[in-house]
């Protein structure tokens, strides 16, 4: 899935942020995480020599790391 995302900073930020501002910031913050984070677990599992979706498919135990 590609999402794109146009926001301007200014459109955040004093002087004149559009309304609810602090919801969208919110809103986009937790978006980016979930991104971030989805994009390291498949990282991850391609370094254990799994694709994405497959649930325990080649999995080794690393001590330390959870995907």
């Known amino acids: 899935m ?15 942020p ?7 910031s919110a809103a986009l913050a ?10 390291l677990r498949e990282r991850g599992e391609r370094a254990l020599g799994r694709r994405s979706g497959d649930r325990g498919a080649g999995r080794r135990h690393v001590p330390g790391v959870t995907f």
């Open 2 to 16: 590609l999402l794109l995302v146009d926001v301007q900073r200014n459109m955040l930020e004093p002087p004149t």
């Open 18 to 24: 559009v309304p609810d501002a602090e919801i969208v």
């Open 30 to 39: 937790t978006l980016l995480d979930r991104a971030r984070a989805a994009d």
